[in-house]
């Protein structure tokens, strides 16, 4: 569940490309690059979360298996991804 606006939201998880934290607040990022406040610290969301869906890059990011693994098989595609899904921001923090 994610705060939008005055309202929660649902995220599937097959829809959340990964989280990232940006001072004291933790953030959804959904596959379509919409981003959401989530009512938690990366630390509880990484308790709860299967580690077979998702891994923690850093202290300030965890990114889904699931929608790294949808890219075309190989290294490259795999680094195409990562730099399409994750801001400038938050590429540099790797």
Not at 7 to 32: C, D, H, M, Q, R
Not at 53 to 80: D, H, Q, T, W
């Amino acid at each position: 569940m994610v705060i939008h606006g005055e309202s929660i939201k649902i995220i599937p998880i097959e829809n959340i490309a990964y989280f990232f934290a940006e001072g004291k607040y933790a953030f959804l990022v959904n596959t379509k690059g919409d981003r959401y406040l989530v009512d938690t610290t990366l630390e509880k969301l990484i308790e709860k979360l299967n580690p077979l869906e998702f891994f923690r890059i850093n202290r300030l990011l965890l990114l889904s298996i699931i929608v790294f693994m949808r890219c075309i098989p190989g290294l490259n595609a795999g680094l195409k991804l990562i730099s399409i899904l994750l801001s400038k921001k938050i590429l540099l923090l790797l």
